[in-house]
């Protein structure tokens, strides 16, 4: 066969073959225009699973008369001019593949009126021919019609599943976006039934509304509300506290500067700062958002765009760990001491603070998140007060109690009661002086360094020759990790020493796993985990075991160690550590003031 240009039609189809993989893909192009058009309310309604029928409606600019035809050719786009537009582009939008392509596989009527016209126009296509343009009634913005999804492409039509299954990838992205945009008000309908209604969401509490719509109000009640500024970015959002981790990574959102994406190294580095406090085998549920100079991010790396490049990846990586991690180590004792202080709502996501803060809010369950409270974060308090986890509460007589509250007695050898001034704390004793142990032992290792000893017999193992390279020229990488190792060939390498803590352990894997940890994120914090893990089992040995008798002061000054303890809210294996009882919740145990 010679060569020669496939015809328009084709080329539309191939490209479908990537932007348009389901109902939910059209969803999403669908109704990323419309933001990209300014609309501050987006309509979406669904015929069985999408497959019959997608209709987005939106209040945008709309488009030009002139530039319906276009709209729907290849490679035609409002969006970018030039490659530095390319490189700084903020809109969702900028291949302009994505109308021709879902027209090319669909039966597609586009209608709009224009901000400055005075009526709509209309524009249909049925795969290959598109009409001539027709005056219609429409208020202003765009609405889009997409019917019998890949009626001409048999062979894709084959792999749409159940309406069901089509409908719920539908919602997954629609939710995806409603929980990046609150200034927009979302509205979803399947089979004229509604499924979802969001309307505008200003305030840091319709914002929590809106999340505890779309992702469960128990994620809320477990989240924190953290929002810090560095290293020119900015994260924001909310994490879900360590006992409320998932089995599946199903409630992980990442937003980079408004666009929901999935990144190798963002879930590494989230993953690696709920490292040290999740159980094990568990995933961390996180909804964050965040924002930089687009021309640190390269989107054009996808047709869907839902991978981005960082310029700065390690730089990225480093910033997202140490953020999480420290909003992390927040006792959450002390938080809710001055939870009942009161305070000042935190500022809204999308006005950038002018200096480096940080803000970490904890979600109060819904009685209290009517009333937005600000916390000073560790670092910030620490600045501000000597002794800020020992911050006090009144209770009705004037005096002070610590935020773990007084001890009254202990309660079948395993549980610490004690008093504060809202109710009953129960801690378990255990849990508790594991994880005050286990932080104790970590800052004594910090102090003095990942010490070295050499192995009787050296460990020789084959890897690539990238790996072999890596592994010579990384030499103070690996003396830094209490690792001696040498290149004896091409693709050998030999291990000498390791940590003295990790005698016993498995040499050869570690090294791989520290040379690949080089290869993909330019550092390794392998060594300090495998390390952590056997400093958490040997704090676990080292505390207080069930049925031990405490006095009343030693169950004080547990208490007030876990006060000053990072993530003393749960104990190494990532079950909490104390809970509490407050009087109105006892009240209403006991039917009280009814
Ligand atoms: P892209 O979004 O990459 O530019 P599309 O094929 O999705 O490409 O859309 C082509 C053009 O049509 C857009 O650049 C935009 O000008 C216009 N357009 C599409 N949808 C809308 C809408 N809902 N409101 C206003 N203009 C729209
Ligand atoms: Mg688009």
């Given at each position: 066969?010679?060569?020669?240009?496939l015809p328009t039609l084709l080329v539309n189809q191939i490209a479908a073959g990537e932007v348009v993989e389901r109902p939910a893909s059209v969803i999403k192009e669908l109704v990323e225009n419309?933001?990209?058009?300014?609309?501050?309310?987006?309509?979406i309604d669904i015929e069985q699973g999408g497959i019959k029928q997608i209709r987005v409606?939106?209040?945008?600019?709309?488009?030009?008369?002139?530039?319906?035809?276009?709209?729907l050719?290849r490679?035609?786009?409002?969006?970018?001019?030039?490659?530095?537009?390319?490189?700084?582009?903020?809109?969702m939008g900028?291949r302009g593949e994505a109308l021709p392509s879902i027209a090319s596989v669909s039966h597609l009527r586009l209608?709009?009126?224009?901000?400055?016209?005075?009526?709509?126009?209309?524009?249909t296509s049925n795969g290959d021919e598109?009409?001539?343009?027709?005056?219609?009634?429409?208020?202003?913005?765009?609405?889009i019609d997409v019917r019998d999804l890949f009626f001409n492409t048999p062979a894709r039509r084959k792999f749409l599943r159940t309406e069901k299954t089509e409908f719920s990838h539908i919602e997954t992205v629609v939710r995806r976006m409603?929980?990046?945009?609150?200034?927009?008000?979302?509205?979803l309908k399947h089979n004229?039934r509604?499924v979802l209604?969001?309307?505008?969401?200003?305030?840091?509490?319709?914002?929590?509304?809106?999340?505890?719509?779309?992702?469960?109000?128990?994620?809320?009640?477990?989240?924190?509300?953290?929002?810090?500024?560095?290293?020119?970015?900015?994260?924001?959002?909310?994490?879900?506290?360590?006992?409320?981790?998932?089995?599946q990574a199903d409630?992980q959102?990442?937003?980079?500067?408004?666009r929901h994406i999935r990144d190798?190294?963002?879930?590494?580095?989230?993953?690696?700062?709920?490292?040290?406090?999740?159980?094990?085998?568990?995933?961390?549920?996180?909804?964050?958002?965040?924002?930089?100079?687009?021309?640190?991010?390269?989107?054009?790396v996808h047709p869907t765009k839902h991978e981005?490049?960082?310029?700065?990846?390690?730089?990225?990586?480093?910033?997202?760990?140490?953020?999480?991690?420290?909003?992390?180590?927040?006792?959450?004792?002390?938080?809710?001491?001055?939870?009942?202080?009161?305070?000042?709502?935190?500022?809204?996501?999308?006005?950038?603070?002018?200096?480096?803060?940080?803000?970490?809010?904890?979600?109060?369950?819904?009685?209290?998140?009517?009333?937005?409270?600000?916390?000073?974060?560790?670092?910030?308090?620490?600045?501000?007060?000597?002794?800020?986890?020992?911050?006090?509460?009144?209770?009705?007589?004037?005096?002070?109690?610590?935020?773990?509250?007084?001890?009254?007695?202990?309660?079948?050898?395993?549980?610490?009661?004690?008093?504060?001034?809202?109710?009953?704390?129960?801690?378990?004793?255990?849990?508790?002086?594991?994880?005050?142990?286990?932080?104790?032992?970590?800052?004594?290792?910090?102090?003095?360094?990942?010490?070295?000893?050499?192995?009787?017999?050296?460990?020789?193992?084959?890897?690539?020759?990238?790996?072999?390279?890596?592994?010579?020229?990384?030499?103070?990488?690996?003396?830094?990790?209490?690792?001696?190792?040498?290149?004896?060939?091409?693709?050998?390498?030999?291990?000498?020493?390791?940590?003295?803590?990790?005698?016993?352990?498995?040499?050869?894997?570690?090294?791989?796993?520290?040379?690949?940890?080089?290869?993909?994120?330019?550092?390794?914090?392998?060594?300090?985990?495998?390390?952590?893990?056997?400093?958490?089992?040997?704090?676990?040995?080292?505390?207080?075991?069930?049925?031990?008798?405490?006095?009343?002061?030693?169950?004080?000054?547990?208490?007030?160690?876990?006060?000053?303890?990072?993530?003393?809210?749960?104990?190494?294996?990532?079950?909490?550590?104390?809970?509490?009882?407050?009087?109105?919740?006892?009240?209403?145990?006991?039917?009280?003031?009814?």
């Amino acid at each position: 066969m010679r060569i020669h240009a496939l015809p328009t039609l084709l080329v539309n189809q191939i490209a479908a073959g990537e932007v348009v993989e389901r109902p939910a893909s059209v969803i999403k192009e669908l109704v990323e225009n419309s933001l990209d058009a300014g609309a501050t309310q987006i309509e979406i309604d669904i015929e069985q699973g999408g497959i019959k029928q997608i209709r987005v409606r939106d209040n945008g600019r709309g488009i030009h008369k002139d530039d319906l035809a276009l709209a729907l050719s290849r490679h035609a786009t409002s969006k970018v001019n030039s490659l530095d537009e390319l490189e700084r582009v903020q809109s969702m939008g900028f291949r302009g593949e994505a109308l021709p392509s879902i027209a090319s596989v669909s039966h597609l009527r586009l209608t709009s009126h224009e901000i400055d016209s005075d009526c709509a126009w209309s524009i249909t296509s049925n795969g290959d021919e598109v009409s001539a343009i027709e005056p219609i009634a429409h208020p202003q913005g765009s609405t889009i019609d997409v019917r019998d999804l890949f009626f001409n492409t048999p062979a894709r039509r084959k792999f749409l599943r159940t309406e069901k299954t089509e409908f719920s990838h539908i919602e997954t992205v629609v939710r995806r976006m409603a929980l990046a945009r609150f200034d927009v008000a979302f509205t979803l309908k399947h089979n004229r039934r509604e499924v979802l209604a969001l309307p505008v969401a200003e305030a840091q509490v319709d914002r929590e509304r809106r999340l505890s719509k779309l992702l469960g109000a128990q994620f809320l009640e477990s989240a924190i509300y953290i929002q810090h500024e560095a290293v020119g970015m900015r994260l924001s959002g909310w994490v879900a506290r360590p006992i409320f981790s998932r089995s599946q990574a199903d409630m992980q959102y990442f937003y980079v500067n408004g666009r929901h994406i999935r990144d190798r190294l963002v879930s590494h580095g989230v993953r690696q700062a709920f490292q040290d406090v999740l159980y094990h085998g568990r995933h961390p549920a996180y909804l964050l958002y965040l924002e930089m100079d687009p021309v640190m991010v390269d989107v054009n790396v996808h047709p869907t765009k839902h991978e981005v490049r960082f310029r700065e990846s390690r730089l990225v990586h480093d910033f997202l760990f140490r953020t999480l991690h420290k909003s992390l180590a927040e006792p959450a004792a002390a938080d809710r001491a001055m939870a009942s202080e009161g305070g000042q709502s935190t500022a809204p996501i999308t006005d950038i603070p002018s200096s480096t803060t940080t803000v970490v809010q904890h979600t109060m369950p819904l009685r209290v998140a009517e009333r937005p409270v600000a916390y000073r974060s560790s670092m910030q308090m620490q600045m501000q007060s000597p002794s800020p986890m020992q911050a006090e509460q009144a209770d009705a007589a004037g005096r002070t109690t610590p935020p773990l509250g007084l001890a009254l007695a202990q309660l079948h050898g395993i549980y610490i009661l004690s008093q504060d001034a809202d109710g009953l704390i129960l801690v378990d004793m255990h849990a508790g002086h594991e994880r005050v142990t286990y932080e104790r032992m970590k800052v004594a290792f910090e102090g003095e360094g990942i010490r070295s000893q050499p192995l009787l017999v050296p460990v020789r193992m084959q890897v690539s020759r990238r790996e072999a390279e890596l592994a010579e020229g990384c030499d103070e990488a690996f003396g830094g990790l209490g690792l001696e190792l040498d290149r004896t060939g091409d693709e050998s390498l030999v291990v000498r020493s390791i940590p003295v803590h990790l005698q016993g352990a498995d040499v050869e894997r570690l090294v791989r796993d520290v040379l690949s940890d080089l290869v993909i994120y330019g550092s390794s914090k392998r060594v300090r985990q495998e390390i952590n893990a056997i400093l958490a089992t040997m704090a676990c040995h080292g505390s207080v075991r069930a049925n031990r008798r405490l006095t009343i002061d030693e169950m004080n000054a547990l208490l007030r160690e876990m006060e000053r303890t990072e993530r003393s809210e749960q104990c190494n294996h990532g079950r909490p550590t104390w809970t509490r009882l407050t009087m109105a919740e006892l009240d209403k145990l006991f039917l009280r003031g009814r």
